[in-house]
């Protein structure tokens, strides 16, 4: 799953937000990075300077601290206001009152990595393929001056206090002691090291869909609007869709956790795995869009909603284009063709990103199920209606499924695919610049900061550094302990990495 980072600098924040488009006024120390990907165009770059490429996580040199995360940690930390926040399991427990396996997101000091608190979630019940045990909460937070919002692995959107419960229990909630046991088990008193939930949205019971492996999303803020993907997806035979009739984008008011608005695309029955893909955001031609990247291959372009939009009745997001990136797969009966490695529908799991009127997006053949072939799409921004005709500005084939979100710096593109391949490619042509073989499947997504772009590989642990220029030149290649399945983060001076089991933040 594809991971990544921005930086937001608070001047600039004010002017572009209030002064140009309008967007979320998201308040956070120069340097920080409260969301994963650019906000909120989501392009995998970060404006920080000066960070390191030479560094050893075995001897320590070079690493300002680092925090155990328990095992299969998949999803990026995100950094803000002094607090580093990331998913993790409960391997290594912090609580001796909480045993056994459990989704956690873990709230440390950005100083020295210290713990603050921990969200505690159990596991959904009775099916493994609704909540994979022992992965690690997989979605990356967002945080919003002193709210946390973020996906649990049991499909629930909970709005947290980034305080914690050390500044006491604020409401509208106060189960928290119930919510971190599975129902009809005793609650746990909660203490100043636990999460305070404000506000929950449990999907699977609000909206109907049928979560599958790990909830994984990044929630998009825009003024009073939360814009998430569901999570819905098949069950555990891989080939019925159990909530067909589910959304696969919704939207929620920020300060209740209400119901607003869901697409009406009837997307479900051509899910071919699961909606992973989360949302991004821009204005074209004066009018703000979302655009959503389906589990059946298409990207959608919405209408954002209005900020000054009255009515408390759920509506359907209006439509403004689509784009079919795999207009010649099957799009009937589709999961017909699961375990077919020749035919099969296309999904896309990367993020789509906006660049100067463009859309950049990876996808092609499902990794488990699919055919092998993969891809990265540059599509125009500014058509309405069905475009799968005439928006596609290039097109290029990667060697295998690709579920990174693309890092566009300096006219570049820099994305890697599960062939073991990281490649450089033009942002305006789509002509390959450069390619690198690297010893493992590259899930994260690069990042591109400070002229250079950062990208690990999973399970074989390999740490890569590259000058983010048109000729390939390799900076550094660093060995980690175990694999690497987020994107690293920067921010404040600070480059963060996590592997599967331990986040290093690297940096004096």
Known sequence: MSMGTNRIDACRVVVVLI?????????????????????WTRNMVSDETHLPVQFDPGSGDGIKWSAALGGQAFGSPVIANGHVLIGANNQQPRDPRV????????????????FQWQLIVPRLQGDNYLDQPRIAICSPPTVEQDRVYVVTNRAEVACLDLNGMRD?????????????????????????????????FDMPAEVGIHPHDSAHSSILIDGRYLYLNTGNGVDNTHRVIRSP????????????????????ERIGPRIFHCTWSSPSMAVVKGQKLIFFCGGDGV??????????????????????????????????????????????????????VFHQNRI????GGDFWWGKNEAWLKCIDATGTGDVTGSAQLWSVPLQRHACTTPAIYNGLVFVGDCRRTVYCIDADSGKIHWQQAVKGDVWGSPLAADGKVYVGTYRSGEFWVFAAARNKKVLASTQFDTGIAATPMAANGVLYVNTLTRLYAIGQ
């Open 19 to 39: 002064g140009v488009v309008g967007l979320a006024t998201l308040r956070c120390m120069a340097g920080d990075a409260p969301q994963w990907g650019r906000a």
């Open 99 to 114: 045993t056994g396996d459990h989704g956690v997101l873990l709230c440390l000091d950005e100083a020295d990595g210290s």
């Open 168 to 200: 006491g229990n604020d409401g509208p909630y106060r189960d928290e002691g119930r919510h971190m046991v599975l129902p009809g088990k005793t609650p746990i008193e909660p203490t100043s090291k636990d999460a305070d939930i404000l506000w929950l």
């Open 245 to 264: 009739n589910a959304p696969s984008l919704i939207v929620l008011d920020k300060a209740t956790g209400r119901l607003v608005a869901s697409d009406d």
């Open 299 to 352: 990207c959608y372009a919405f209408r954002a909603l209005p900020q000054d939009r009255s009515s408390v009745r759920p509506t359907a997001l209006q439509r403004v284009w689509r784009f079919d990136c795999d207009p010649n797969g099957p799009k009937e009966n589709v999961h017909q063709y699961i375990g077919n490695h020749r035919i099969s529908p296309s999904n896309i799991m990367g993020m789509p």
């Open 360 to 363: 950049y997006v990876t996808g």
